[in-house]
């Protein structure tokens, strides 16, 4: 019997995505596109990720908890995690998370 993965997938989206008022029927949000994130732990640097085109990614992690975050983000404008997961022995955790463009 083949071993069960264990890690992330999901989808990272980010807004708003212009600044100024939202209008009615506006798109507000889009997915966060070909960017590079960093997974850790206690330890350090565990894997790394880049999300496609639709903001969308899956990594193989073991068991445990992380932290994910931006790769390469110095503190500025925006927030883009770091976001917590805890991984479950033998299950793929689905994630949603939002980053925020740091635009008013």
Partial sequence: MPKAETGIEGT???SPT???RIRVGEQSSRPL?????VVTNDAG??????TDGQGKFKVLLAP??????????????????PFEVDVATGQITKVEWHCDSGMR
């Fill in 64 to 81: 445990g908890r992380y932290m994910v975050a931006r790769k390469g983000w110095q503190k500025g404008i925006g927030r883009y995690g």
């Fill in 45 to 50: 640097t565990i894997s790394e990720f880049t």
């Fill in 18 to 20: 212009h600044g100024g």
């Fill in 33 to 37: 596109a070909n960017i590079g994130f």
């Fill in 12 to 14: 990272i989206t980010i």
